[in-house]
């Protein structure tokens, strides 16, 4: 009996928790419908830039799903310029293929695909050939046998814009995931820290005094700051020194991005808390504040989503954090490239500040 007892007391506990029971029922029906649109996107072709390219051998590529835009030159310009991930060309004998390598299995997939598109059209070409020549030999001696030489694959010259050939996924995934990190315990530390002060009735006793709203959010954000920039440094060395994870560009960089993507986080969960009762509560936001940034940091292509998640991705702070991060760690871009990025995310914190003043009206009018 005394257990029924506990459970008639935690249900209707839940039941009077009106927000708490949304959340739990709403929460994953989010996340799984952010999934299903997400791995149920359209798949974008690779884009191929050729020079000097037969036109049987065009058609042969266009069958493997690529895109093919003809270019007169391979320049790390063009490359970019036109948004290509790869440029095939042929110089006499000699073929060249640059692939961008942005997106390593999208560079793995391109690749195998014009080594076998080019075999392709030289087996069916020198099968041509054979044909001619063995019809030509059978007619002047009857009977005897000839045989068809193995065709050999073709030897294409590869080079990488970004990586090598080594490169893997998760080279471009571990500078989203360090940025990711930083941002979600700082968010998770912050939010229930000022949580506990108001359920404590710390907040409450400071807002009965003169002091102003804006004075309570600054304080707390250089208080929290302060930690925050010692845990990004610990963080950032750590999976650059310790990890070894890949880094191509400034270390210093990549120390800003993440101190601007902590102030964000910062921000932002002291603004959540606001809205909470309990830790309980605060842990709720997790899947519907944190859990879609991952989905849009640049760990699903971009392209391939639908035109709404594009515009939602962009609502995101992780969108612009991930891409300044894969920018410097993985690409080696300096300053002057993420300077929209972080002006972006300043731009972020800037609202979330405001909003935490406002907030704060909640507890006290002034």
């Not at 005394?2 to 029971?21: C, G, N, P, S, T």
């Amino acid at each position: 009996m005394r257990i029924f007892a506990m459970v008639k007391r935690i249900f209707h506990q839940m039941l009077r928790d009106k927000r708490a029971l949304a959340l739990m029922m709403a929460a994953p029906l989010l996340v799984l419908t952010l999934l299903n649109y997400l791995l149920s996107g359209n798949t974008v072709d690779p884009r191929l830039g050729v020079i000097n390219a037969d036109d049987k051998l065009v058609e042969r590529l266009k069958d493997s799903s690529i895109t093919i835009i003809q270019v007169e030159e391979n320049t790390e310009e063009l490359l970019l310029g036109k948004d290509l991930d790869g440029i095939l060309q042929f110089n006499d004998e000699e073929i060249s293929l640059t692939l961008t390598n942005d997106q390593p299995s999208t560079a793995k997939a391109l690749h195998i695909k014009v080594q076998q598109a080019i075999a392709a059209e030289k087996a069916k070409e020198q099968a041509a050939n054979f044909s001619t020549i063995m019809e030509t030999i059978q007619s002047q001696l009857p009977g005897i046998p000839v045989k068809m030489e193995p065709v050999k694959a073709a030897e294409i010259n590869t080079s990488y814009l970004y990586g090598n050939e080594e490169t893997i996924f998760f080279d471009q995934l571990s500078p989203i995931l360090v940025g990711f990190f930083v941002f979600f315990f700082v968010f998770l530390i912050s939010g229930i820290a000022l949580l506990r002060e108001r359920t404590t009735g710390t907040l409450e006793r400071l807002l009965s005094t003169p002091i102003q709203r804006r004075d309570i959010v600054f304080g707390y954000l250089l208080g929290y700051g302060l930690f925050a920039v010692i845990q990004t440094i610990i963080v950032v060395t750590y999976a650059v020194k310790v990890l070894d994870i890949t880094l191509v560009g400034s270390f210093w960089n990549v120390v800003i991005i993440n101190l601007t993507l902590a102030l964000v986080a910062l921000s932002l969960g002291i603004l959540l808390s606001s809205f909470a009762n309990s830790e309980f509560q605060m842990m709720q936001f997790i899947p519907i504040a944190i859990i879609p940034q991952v989905f849009f940091a640049g760990i699903f292509p971009f392209e391939s989503m639908a035109g709404w998640m594009q515009i939602l991705a962009k609502c995101m702070p992780m969108y612009y954090g991930g891409n300044a991060l894969v920018e410097v760690m993985y690409k080696g871009s300096g300053l002057s490239e993420i300077t929209n990025d972080l002006l972006i995310l300043l731009g972020f914190a800037l609202v979330f500040i405001i909003l935490n003043v406002v907030a704060l009206r909640k507890y006290r009018k002034i």
